[in-house]
Nanobody
């Protein structure tokens, strides 16, 4: 099994920036794609960004041009740099990982999940 621990959430004003980190441990040899989902209050969880083991990146339409995902395989860590934050970015952000090439191809019940970190953007 893979354990994921997120950090870096917090309260920020609109237009500000935050950087989320997620460290993987355990059966890290099985980790391929990693990424971030978010769940706004009262809404469904959505994919924000993902990155393959080879470094290919994919973004949700609402964050393109503002968020950047990256990973450091030597540190078993994936990052999400969030710039130009908006109040609608307020959500719990979850790190996810899979042994498959893409997160989006895997049923969510089969993904490894972190515990989540709260991001709140004030207007």
């Amino acid at each position: 099994q893979v354990q994921l621990v997120e950090s870096g959430g917090g309260l920020v004003q609109a237009g500000g920036s935050l950087r989320l980190s997620c460290v993987a441990s355990g059966s890290i040899f099985s980790v391929n794609a990693m990424g971030w989902y978010r769940q706004p209050p009262g809404k469904q969880r959505e994919l924000v960004a993902e990155i393959t083991s080879g470094g290919s990146t994919y973004y949700g339409d609402s964050v393109k041009g503002r968020f950047t995902i990256s990973r450091d395989n030597a540190k078993n860590t994936v990052y999400l740099q969030m710039n130009g934050l908006k109040p609608e970015d307020t959500a719990i952000y979850y790190c996810a990982a899979t042994s498959q090439s893409r997160l989006i191809w895997v049923p969510r019940s089969f993904l490894s999940w972190g515990q989540g970190t709260q991001v709140t953007v004030s207007s």
